[in-house]
């Protein structure tokens, strides 16, 4: 069996490095087979699957077990590989694959169809709208893959990692629950309820559909009909996100969308850009800026920008939750203008933020969306 393991990893080292010099690009390699170390040359996907809901949920749980194992790149069939999924499993699979490091739905042939639209209108619907929030979340999850290349800190992040002491991380209750990056809390739901028992840990935590504030140390009832996937955002997280793209070839624009999560801690995020296919990054030519959100003193800072490539956005907007008019943070130094703006972002119903917009000296620019 390990020389069967260590002939997989090494059919996928060949294709990567041969892919390489034939390319000179970074190659896109998927398999299901391996040994220690495969992360260096492969994403990694669990294999064939079934359309039901406890291969969707047990798909969680291999997730986070292969990021405990060094592989951040990971995923599975989303949808089920093998049968065919009720509309209602197939929405709620594609909702929690959108918080998967690697996001593929992939069906066996001669099986029912198994695009968005297949299901029906409501499904389709649901469907676009976290497939869009995924595009979105490009710039976060994006810098979350370059700090494991860094640490080998997973995306998907069991939460043993952070809370080995509390017993309720391994109560089978939340055994599907994990963080996505360091934001963001997930809490994998079958598609058959319309709520589920949520642990939030300590802290405070933010409904991310509705900006409402958790005390965390608890566990919560929460809904999670179709279109409510249950996500939770730690209080003093920071966000970076872009508007809506169909594809990588299109421009994300020139706005970096950054969200301010009111917290009483500090916080930073490494924020981190490359032309995403060459190795030119080895040689420097990367952007990279800590993102500094300090609770205690209510400032948000920029560190100073590293690598010789200046970043794709040259204006950085500000999006706060959970901080009043009064509260506002300095940003840099500077008291910024309140602005209040509809944010469209959330899903059914379009909800309030307050916007604020920050620019360097030399691209002062307001936008709204």
């Known amino acids: 069996i390990q020389s069967r393991n260590i002939f997989g990893m090494q059919m996928a080292r060949a294709t990567y490095e041969g892919t390489k010099k034939l390319m000179n690009k970074r190659p896109l ?26 291969h969707m949920l047990l798909g969680v ?15 599975v069939d989303v949808g089920g590989f093998n049968g065919d999924a009720s509309a209602s499993l197939y929405t709620r699979w594609m909702t929690i694959g959108a918080f998967s490091p690697f996001y593929r739905a992939h069906k066996m042939i001669n099986m029912k169809e198994s695009e968005p639209w297949s299901y029906g209108e409501e499904s389709e619907a649901i469907v676009k709208y976290y497939i869009q929030l995924r595009y979105k979340m490009m710039p ?12 080998g800190m997973p995306v998907n992040r069991s939460l043993a990692i952070d809370h080995s002491f509390d017993w309720r991380t391994y109560s ?39 900006d409402v504030k958790h005390k965390g140390d608890q566990v919560e009832l929460v809904e999670s009909p179709l279109y409510r996937l249950p996500i939770f955002v730690k209080a003093g997280s920071i966000v970076p996100m872009q508007k809506v793209v169909q594809s990588f070839s299109e421009s994300a624009g020139d706005t970096l969308y950054i ?11 490494v924020y981190y850009e490359d032309d995403g296919e060459s190795y030119a990054f080895e040689k420097g030519e990367y952007f990279q800026q800590e993102i500094i959100y300090d609770g205690k003193k209510n400032e948000i800072s920029f560190g100073k920008a590293g690598g010789s490539k200046p970043s794709k956005f040259k204006v950085k907007s500000i999006v706060l939750h959970g901080f009043e008019k009064d509260s506002l943070p300095k940003v840099d130094g500077n008291i910024l203008t309140f602005n209040p703006v509809m944010d469209t972002m959330l899903f059914p119903a379009a909800l309030y933020s307050n916007e604020l917009y920050y620019a360097p000296k030399e691209e002062v620019r307001v936008f709204k969306n």
């Not at 299901?32 to 495969?38: E, K, L, N, V």
């Not at 976060?140 to 640490?151: H, I």
């Open 140 to 151: 976060y999850l994006y810098s979350t893959f370059y700090e494991a290349t860094k640490t």
């Open 61 to 75: 749980r291999l997730l986070n077990s292969l990021g405990l194992s060094g592989v951040a790149n990971c995923g």
């Open 172 to 210: 089978g209750t939340y055994q599907n629950q994990y963080y996505f990056g360091e934001a963001f809390l997930i809490a994998p739901v079958a598609s058959t309820q319309n709520s589920t028992k949520v642990f939030l840990p300590a802290g405070e935590w933010y409904d991310f559909h509705n």
């Open 259 to 269: 969200h301010i999560y009111k917290g009483d801690a500090f916080n930073s995020f």
């Open 29 to 54: 390699v998927l398999t299901r087979a391996g040994f220690s170390g495969i992360q260096r040359y492969s994403a990694v996907w669990t294999g064939d699957n079934t359309a039901n809901e406890d």
